[in-house]
């Protein structure tokens, strides 16, 4: 099991997870939270001038709770690695995951700029 965990503040307040040999970044936000293409999930945190969005990274199941994640998808990771990375496409942490397809659940604090964001990644 792997944990990551990063306190940051990205350029334009925005996180890409990918694999980075081949994430296609979506075409357009606009003002959702999150977008999303068959290779890379675009997440929004709080404003890079309010302060610090606590990032963690992991393959461990959380605790059970009721709270719905923001979002579900599958993602390509051929190089079977995620990485959360800035708009720059500076990797802030890197996991290690077991396909080359990744399950990516993402929750968020906050519906429109999370100080506390969570992803957990596992097999498809």
Known sequence: M????????????????????????????????VAATSSCVAVGTLSEQDGTTRLTLTDEPAPEDDAAPVYDGVIATPARKLAA????????????????????????????????IRVLVSAP
């Open 85 to 116: 990375c800035t708009v720059l496409l500076e990797t802030i942490v890197e996991i290690d995951v077991p396909s080359q397809a990744t399950r990516v659940r993402v929750w968020a604090n906050h519906a429109t700029e999370p100080d506390d």
């Open 2 to 33: 792997m944990k990551r965990v990063a306190e940051i503040a990205p350029p334009n307040s925005l996180l890409l997870l990918m694999d980075q040999a081949t994430g296609e970044i979506p075409d357009i936000i606009g003002e959702r939270l």
